[in-house]
């Protein structure tokens, strides 16, 4: 693919919401160089790719992120422990990798930053990736409810 003012005005977009949305410095690791788009019928980036791999989508109604299993591999890879984690009980992983919901009632442990609507990185003990998708409840909810949804998984690992 070759690089153009648009191309590169493109990287430099989707770079700056993953830095707003995961916090700085974020957005240079989460998408390389080597990264391409998809877009819209209008023009406008919709997925970033790697390869064959969706990294993530850029959601038409808010503009920010939602991670497609390898970006969620990625952002694991990047940001330490709790950060943007929902920890589950390890007897509900192996449904939660094929791609079920996590239940509030479920999980151990969450960021205390999660916020109703962030996209979140869902782990096993010993922080192992199960899945990515959004948070139902801020952190402290999750951890405190025992009923509802706590994350809406989009993506389980395959």
Known sequence: ??????????????????????GRGVGALLFPDEVGFT????GRVRNIMLGRDRLA?????????????????RLHAILP???YR??????????VAAG?????????????????????LVVASGDQLVATGTA???????TACMYGVGVNVRSGRE
């Open 1 to 22: 693919m070759s690089t153009n003012c648009f191309e590169t005005s493109s990287h430099e977009r989707v770079r700056t919401i993953a830095d707003l949305q995961f």
């Open 39 to 42: 877009r819209s019928t209008t």
């Open 57 to 73: 989508t850029i959601r038409a109604q808010d503009g920010r992120l939602t991670l497609g299993i390898e970006g969620a591999r």
């Open 81 to 83: 422990a709790p950060s």
């Open 86 to 95: 929902v920890v589950i009980l390890d007897e509900v992983e192996e449904f």
């Open 100 to 120: 079920k919901n996590a239940m509030a009632r479920h999980v151990v442990m969450a960021d205390p930053m999660i916020r109703a609507g962030d996209e979140v």
């Open 136 to 142: 139902m409840l801020s952190g402290d909810e999750m």
